[in-house]
């Protein structure tokens, strides 16, 4: 079984990657990074045009495939007066557009196998309100969970998840966190988890949900702890 995995090379994507070869997939990953393996594909996924190059090649290079997951996200704080249309445009683009792209381009390959799957990643984050230096970030995450429930809801013979994760120990996490803290120091205690997950953990927690539970497509909230719930349930 082979499953893509859009962002699979660090990060949230790379427990994923651990916990699906675990499982016995093969893992093809795509990510920026210059990796030297046959099942690696080099591309920056906020650029249309070199995205399908490199979905062209993956599909000419596997015929088959069982589960793709789209982790790859972007989030660059701003201050609210600086939030421009374009600032709106990349988060939309990194977060939403290139997940859409990759629907479109393997629907018909899922098509071909007994149990196709899809997933997307949103944020607990999203689900908060209290930081405006993110209003662009959370308004993608949001515009991503509602196209994931919408093609879950047109195309009933493919498993569609969306997983709303907590914050994590992953570079880009850290990243973000610096960013923040320099625009306004104050949003440290009112932002910040206290406790940051291990994205192994959370990567294990979410496939094991998504493979060895027979749950309805939906979106799912994964708690620090790793539990995992039906959005709209109380944890
Ligand atoms: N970390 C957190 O605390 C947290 C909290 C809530 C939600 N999330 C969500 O969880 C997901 C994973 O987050 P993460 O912290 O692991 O970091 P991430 O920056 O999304 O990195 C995950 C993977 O995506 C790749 N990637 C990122 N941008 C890319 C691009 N433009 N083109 C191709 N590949 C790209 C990265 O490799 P390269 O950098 O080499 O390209 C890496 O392999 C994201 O969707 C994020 O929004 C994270």
């Known amino acids: 079984m082979k ?21 016995g997939y093969h893992p093809i990953t795509l990510s920026r990074q210059k990796i030297d393996s046959v099942s690696h594909y080099k591309c920056d996924l906020g650029d249309i045009g070199t995205s399908l190059e490199a979905f062209s090649r993956i599909k000419r290079d596997h015929s088959s495939l069982d589960l793709i997951v789209c982790v790859a996200g972007y989030v660059s704080p701003t201050n609210l007066e600086n939030q421009t249309s374009e600032v709106y445009d990349q988060h939309i683009i990194r977060n939403l557009g290139y997940v859409d792209l990759a629907f479109d381009f393997f629907k018909e390959v899922l098509r071909d196998v007994s149990h196709p799957v899809f997933v997307t990643i949103g944020s607990r984050w999203s689900l908060k309100t209290g930081c ?17 429930q919408q093609k879950a809801r047109i195309n009933p013979w493919l498993k569609i998840n969306n997983y709303c994760v907590p914050q994590m120990h992953t570079p880009a996490s850290l990243d973000v966190r610096k960013k923040l803290l320099e625009i306004n120091p104050y949003k440290k205690q009112k932002v910040f988890d206290k406790d940051l997950a291990d994205p192994t953990a959370i ?25 995992i719930i039906r959005n709209g349930n109380k944890p």
């Open 3 to 23: 499953a893509l995995i859009l962002g699979g090379t660090s990060g949230l994507g790379l427990g994923i990657v651990t916990s699906l070869e675990k499982k």
């Open 132 to 148: 405006t230096e993110l209003l662009p970030y959370i308004a993608a995450k949001h515009a991503l969970r509602l196209f994931t």
């Open 203 to 227: 990567a294990s927690s979410l496939i094991t949900h998504l493979l060895d539970y027979d749950n309805k497509s939906g979106v799912y909230s994964i708690h620090q702890t790793g539990k």
